[in-house]
């Protein structure tokens, strides 16, 4: 590895959750437990729609909401 700090880089197929290419170390030393547990967190965060762009629906429900103070 040549990024300072860095101990191991993994390429992840995320739906399937297969290491495609991996370079240094893993935590634990097991590359293809490491990319199935990523891949996981992965799908976990698109499907819960927590980093999906606003709506309008949501937009409007911030500005309108009551002060709490």
Known sequence: MRLPGARG???VDWISGLALGAVGEA???DTEATAAETAELA????ESG???????????RARNRPSTT
């Open 43 to 46: 799908r976990l965060a698109m």
């Open 27 to 29: 935590p634990g030393a």
């Open 50 to 60: 927590t980093l999906a762009p606003p709506t309008a629906a949501t937009r409007g």
């Open 9 to 11: 880089a993994l390429v």
